[in-house]
């Protein structure tokens, strides 16, 4: 497990951010150490002399400090303390602590395919993206494989904060919106798990994975990967959908990508990726980049 640290908009807080989910979607909050007799991990951070409070929720870890230090001159130890912690099988925490409740929302947004909606909650749901185009391969998503067994369900698309639903042709929106909306609370706020929590390295997305990749590529490999995921991937989560770099072939000049949730499938993907993702690439790339091809579609 890696993790990063990450400011935020009060200087004495700092978010220190797993690769993975650390308690199944439930929020916790210590203000001292005999508040967090339930959590392992809590009462060792309190034992730092400058930890004030102790908040852990989703993903992440978020302390707070006393002004006897500074964070620039603490937090990269703290970031170790952390990750060796989690690393040696630590409890985050243990089930009897009572957790602080969460309201949850979630609102339906069409998308660019009529076949796919977008359903976005107000809190993070995954730490990687994950596309599963049948039962089978939701097996490591206790959400995906509940989602499947609705007889609609076609593919289950989860990113961030939402979650892509490709349906089979014989079910409407307009009959199903509602259901999947209530299903789709009704499940985080219970604080179920959404994905396990050994998916990320299952399906190769722990950060170590995914650094390990990028590095294997060549030079102008991660030119094009640096265009998609600045420029083209918020465009298209925007969208429910995700765009992934497969390969470049520098005889043809083509590159070639896997379009997934909402894009895959969709009726539109074929004039963006022509118009604009294919242009894109050629202006930005002059004399690489001649051809983007979607493997899937």
């Known amino acids: 497990m890696k993790i990063s640290i990450k400011e935020t908009n009060n200087p004495t807080i700092i978010k220190f951010e797993a690769d993975t989910f650390l308690t199944n979607h439930k929020s916790y909050e210590f203000n001292n150490i005999d508040e967090a007799s339930a959590s392992p991990l809590a009462q060792q951070l309190f034992y730092l002399p400058f930890v004030k409070k102790v908040y852990i929720s989703g993903n992440f870890i978020a302390i707070e400090r006393y002004n006897i230090v500074e964070w620039k001159d603490v937090q990269n130890e703290v970031c170790d303390q952390i990750e060796d912690y989690l690393n040696s099988d ?9 957790s602080k409740k969460v309201p949850v929302t979630v609102y339906a947004e069409s998308t660019p395919n009529p076949s796919a909606m977008k359903f976005v909650a107000n809190k993070k749901l995954v730490a990687s993206t994950f596309d599963f185009t049948s039962i089978d391969e939701a097996k490591h998503s206790p959400l995906a494989t509940k989602l499947f067994h609705l007889p609609f369900v ?19 929106w307009s009959d199903i919106t509602m259901e999947l909306r209530e299903f789709i609370r009704n499940y985080i706020e219970e604080g179920k798990e959404i994905v396990a929590a ?15 990749n990028y590095d294997s590529l060549n030079d102008t490999s991660k030119e094009i990967v640096n265009i998609l995921e600045e420029y083209v991937k918020p465009a298209v989560a925007s969208d429910g959908g995700n765009i992934q770099f497969e390969s470049y072939n520098p005889n043809t000049k083509t590159v ?14 074929t004039f963006t990726l022509k118009s604009g993702i ?14 983007v091809e979607a493997i899937n579609g």
């Open 90 to 98: 630590g409890v985050v925490i243990t089930d009897k602590t009572a």
């Open 154 to 172: 076609k593919a289950v698309f989860m990113d961030e904060n939402y979650i892509s639903i490709t349906k089979y042709d014989v079910a409407e």
């Open 256 to 269: 070639k990508v896997i379009l997934q949730g909402a894009c895959s499938g969709c009726p539109s993907s």
């Open 198 to 212: 050994n998916a990320p390295e299952v399906f190769h997305k722990t950060t170590e994975q995914l650094d390990k």
């Open 278 to 291: 294919e242009n894109m690439l050629r202006e930005m790339m002059k004399g690489r980049v001649e051809l």
